[in-house]
């Protein structure tokens, strides 16, 4: 039984569509909270950013989620951008979003390569005071 994939249903009226693969451990109990199989942190900063200066976030292997979402909020102009790489070294793939000034945004791009990373360009001409960007994987 250990790691045997099961499906668990997220909506008691069993609607097909939140149904999500899970795997059990030896007691039959599933191993990572559904939750969590739904949607899973992979990066994120608060620190704001210098005048003209890049966060680059680390490399996060993205091939087991089916999405990429997430949150920004900086009171300066800037672009974030969703890197996706089929090797690790060669980002060759990038989604980008221009980031208004105090004007939060959400985005959601299409996982297609193994690696992905989030990276947020500070472009405002100033430095930035506050800056919450977060990137979340989604398995549906």
């Known amino acids: 039984m250990l790691g045997q994939l099961i499906w668990a249903c997220l909506n008691p009226d069993g609607a097909r569509d939140l149904w999500v693969p899970v795997k059990a451990n030896a007691a039959g109990e599933t191993s990572i909270g559904i939750a969590e199989q739904i949607s899973t942190l992979i990066d994120s900063t608060t620190t704001p950013l210098g005048d003209g200066l890049t966060y680059t976030g680390a490399s996060k292997a993205c ?20 890197d996706q790489s089929q090797d690790n070294t060669n980002w060759d793939y990038s989604s980008s979003f221009p980031v208004t000034a105090s004007t939060g945004l959400a985005f959601s791009v299409e996982v297609i390569a193994p690696y992905c990373r989030l990276r947020v360009v500070n472009s405002a001409g100033a430095a930035q005071t506050v800056l919450r960007a977060y990137m979340r994987g989604r398995v549906i």
């Open 63 to 82: 091939d087991k989620y089916a999405r990429i979402v997430g949150t920004i909020f900086t009171d300066h102009a800037s672009t974030l951008y969703v």
